[in-house]
């Protein structure tokens, strides 16, 4: 597997001086992919030393339900960088994805994936599209913090907090000007989530300031991610959270025809793993006709990363003068369009006999002005006064009509709280609900002080009071199921109104 001038370069004791990077060929097709991948890295001179680990099926089949043996763990912790091609997800219960395992132990927050059309040598409606989709990774829905309260009710926990957005909109924008790209596009809901999405917005607006000389604009997510559908022309590098950008990002590769050709980064602040975006195509392991394209793109973003432009460039633009030549896998060859069906490694070859050459007619890739590595700063937390001033206790109630809670929870003198609302579902119900409502068995009754007056603000409460609340409706029955403290920050309102409150 281990390449000659890699060979070379270990016996001559040179590889202190080429960065480590753990490499796993995957499973089905990935031996292939990646051999191909690397004897063209090899050829264009990229200074590294692969660390050659097993992942995936066969370390699943060992009893390793995350996909990984110790010895890889260690090899990638060491290296803190990863190659990996695609891996097989067994069937059945019991195991734990390997990228997400990985993602979350080295913290890899951003999910980078590029996209340019390569029309009309791989067709889309979209000539010229070159869109770079940069995804937070770790927060957002994606937590997986989920519970179910009632019969009838599920709930999945929104967390978006501030260095998660900081570090994530920082990188698009870092990202945007190393490699030399004109704006930045947020996108969001939060004319509906204004307290999550807002906090992403707000966060937006404050570090595009610093950024004078990059374009930035905000989208609303269902628009947005019409617009780049029609039209993926108008768009430079996108930042948005998790779900959003799983989503966008499937679009982006579909419409620019290149599912199977598409690279993509997890970035953390000191580790990094690249990969194509295909999976691994057990169909057609093993028979040598893969599209390497995937991870050959993957491992052009890994060099820029690392800081070997040169070498990126020269293997990116080897790699479109090959598609231009059309000389082309299977998955893309055409009658008519194409100039010959070539294997994965005849591809590879190819590739490796245009290092040194550039493109006709695809735009050039031109990383070389860029720095290559971005640094980010240090998150620096700032702290507010905080201050309660209320609770959201959650009951799940069987009972048909809100004005009878509504009544009940108001006779309950409790330590000087009273019930401001309740809502079900979000809308609320009690004062002045609307009898077309429908309500189900999860009610979220929201207590203020006593003396609260809608046109002075909340007083604040003691927490002290929140628990003889709660004692006070266990006493009386109440099944509660959850509470939400409700929090002023230097005054400002901590929590989204009830809708119609
Ligand atoms: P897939 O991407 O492996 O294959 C879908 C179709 O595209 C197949 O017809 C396949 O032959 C073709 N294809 C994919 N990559 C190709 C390439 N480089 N060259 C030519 N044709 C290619 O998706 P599928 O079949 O849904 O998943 C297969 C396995 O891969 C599953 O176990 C899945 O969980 C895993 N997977 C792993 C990923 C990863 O490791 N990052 C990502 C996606 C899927």
Redesign the pocket.
Known sequence: MKSQSILNAERNGATDELVKIAVAE?N??GPE?MDATLKILDAAGAKFSPQFIQVGEEAYRQGHTSGLSEEAWDTISKCKLILKG????PQGKGYKSL?VTIRKSLSLFANVRPVNALHPFVPTKFPGMDVVVIRENEEDLYAGIEHRQTDEVVQCLKLITRPGCERIIRYAFEYAKVYGRKKVTCMLKDNIMKLTDGLFHQVFDEIAKEYPQIESDSQIIDIGAARLAARPNDYDVIVTSNLYGDIISDIVAEIAGSV?MAGSANVGMNAAMF??I???????AGKNM???S?LINAAVMMLGHIGQTETADKIKNAWLATIEAGLH?P?IYKEGMSKRKVSTSEFAEEVISRLGKTPEKLPLSNLVSGQGHINLPEYKRKEATKTLVGVDVFLDWKGASPQDLGRELTALKSYKLKLKMITNRGVKVYPDGNKETFCTDHWRCRFVAEDFDPHQGYPSIDFEQVVALLSKLNANNYDVIKTENLYEFDGVKGFSLGQGE
Do not use: L, R, Y
Request: without cysteine.
């Open positions: 995957g089905g097709i992919i695609p891996i097989t997800t990228n199977g990969e194509a295909h999976g691994s195509a057990p169909d057609i893969a599209n390497p995937g896998t998955d």
